[in-house]
T-cell receptor, first 114, second 119 residues
Framework: GENVEQHPSTLSVQEGDSAVIKCTYS??????FPWYKQELGKRPQLIID?????GEKKDQRIAVTLNKTAKHFSLHITETQPEDSAVYFC?????????????FGQGTRLTINP | GAGVSQSPRYKVAKRGQDVALRCDPI?????LFWYQQALGQGPEFLTY????????KSGLPSDRFFAERPEGSVSTLKIQRTQQEDSAVYLC?????????????????FGPGTRLTVT
């Protein structure tokens, strides 16, 4: 089955700097890669996702890149702000006509230092 | 509109007790997923419904875990004879997609979770 590895497990950056979180996946059939943000005690919330037919996607300060050949994808957050502090999870899925189960990475605790 | 809701939000059970966790998905969402999230870990898949059909239960850790969605809307996850290792947050997610449409979102919308503590 699919296995997703996520690094680093913790990341601390100065406010205004960029943060990068990396994930690798094992199943080349996976074709949908979402990123979720989870604040303490709250539900995971989708911040960006990418499908395998796209190499990069950007939404304001957040971008995701995908390298299908190497089976890895990354989250980039620019101009970080204190409210970006949270745990971030990557996930992989093999979607078809509908959503399918997500296989999550272990999470990255991001801390933005003012 | 209303998001995914779960009840109870917190549940404390003595070892050996049975528990039932409820999920109310977003109205009209076809797909419903249950995940288990241990402290400090990512969510792990338990089971998946498309309407009332349980299409994948490969993630259920033992036969003590049972899920149902009899009318294709509300779902219940039941855990029999709870054990300490069952302590976790149980997350429910729903998704609107199922074939036949040009533009499809695969987003899964998560509920707030039920924190189960087995003592």
């Amino acid at each position: 089955g699919e296995n997703v590895e996520q690094h680093p497990s913790t990341l601390s950056v100065q406010e205004g700097d960029s943060a990068v979180i990396k994930c690798t996946y094992s199943d080349s059939a996976s074709n949908y890669f979402p990123w979720y943000k989870q604040e303490l005690g709250k539900r995971p919330q989708l911040i960006i996702d990418i499908r395998s037919n796209v190499g990069e996607k950007k939404d304001q300060r957040i971008a995701v890149t995908l390298n299908k050949t190497a089976k890895h994808f990354s989250l980039h957050i620019t101009e970080t702000q204190p409210e970006d502090s949270a745990v971030y999870f990557c996930a992989a899925s093999m979607v078809g006509q509908g959503a399918q189960k997500l296989v999550f990475g272990q999470g990255t605790r991001l801390t933005i230092n003012p | 509109g209303a998001g995914v809701s779960q009840s109870p939000r917190y549940k404390v059970a003595k070892r050996g007790q049975d528990v039932a966790l409820r999920c109310d998905p977003i109205s009209g969402h076809v797909s419903l997923f249950w995940y288990q999230q241990a402290l400090g870990q990512g969510p792990e898949f338990l089971t998946y419904f498309q309407n009332e059909a349980q299409l994948d239960k490969s993630g259920l850790p033992s036969d003590r875990f049972f899920a149902e969605r009899p009318e294709g809307s509300v779902s219940t996850l039941k855990i029999q004879r709870t054990q300490q290792e069952d302590s976790a947050v149980y997350l429910c997610a729903s998704s609107p997609t199922w074939g036949g449409r040009v533009s499809i979102s695969y987003e899964q919308y998560f509920g707030p979770g039920t924190r189960l503590t087995v003592t």
